[in-house]
């Protein structure tokens, strides 16, 4: 799979689509663990969804290190939900988040996706407004946690009705 482009020269970490088979995917397996489940006290057994191999799988890896991720499960043609984005602790905060959404959206469009929704704890839901995403729905809990449904709907890439200024 292609890399990602790199939108920050503050944040020197690559951006790489993977999938189950690829070298990196224990460590995305284990930096999922370490920021999203073992806070909350699950086992490493809670990491891994029965459709991994259908989904996308962004990391971020910087030293060596995966750093962060994100992925994106096709639910029909048009759309699908992002779950597991997660930045090592050390990171969090730099933009490094932000990078690997815009990514995963740049990806998505150039596939046909024109809409992505998600479970956002309720703690990163201003994040994911910053992202233009929008909450919808009552507040739930997963995980033990509070969370919201988010949405949002990716503009195109192509932007009609644009027309040179040399005309």
Do not use: W
């Not at 690997?100 to 046909?112: C, I, K, P, Q, S």
């Amino acid at each position: 799979m292609p890399s990602a482009s790199q939108d920050s020269p503050m944040d020197a970490a690559e951006l790489l689509f993977i999938h189950p088979g690829h070298a990196l995917y224990p460590e995305e397996l284990e930096l999922r663990f370490r920021v999203l489940r073992e806070p909350l006290g699950f086992p490493r057994s809670a990491v891994a969804f029965p459709f991994e191999a259908e989904s996308l799988h962004l990391v971020a890896r910087q030293g060596g290190a995966v750093v962060g991720c994100v992925l994106f499960h096709p639910e029909d043609p048009q759309g699908g939900r992002l779950f597991q984005m997660a930045v090592t602790p050390p990171l969090q905060g730099r933009g490094l988040g932000a990078r690997l959404v815009t990514a995963l959206e740049e990806e998505l469009r150039r596939r046909g996706f024109t809409r992505v929704h998600l479970h956002a704890r309720a703690q990163v839901v201003p994040f994911y407004e910053r992202l233009g995403y929008t909450p919808y729905g009552e507040p739930f809990t997963e995980v033990n946690i509070p969370h919201r449904h988010m949405r949002k709907t990716l503009a195109s890439s192509i932007l009609p009705g644009r027309r040179s200024q040399e005309a």
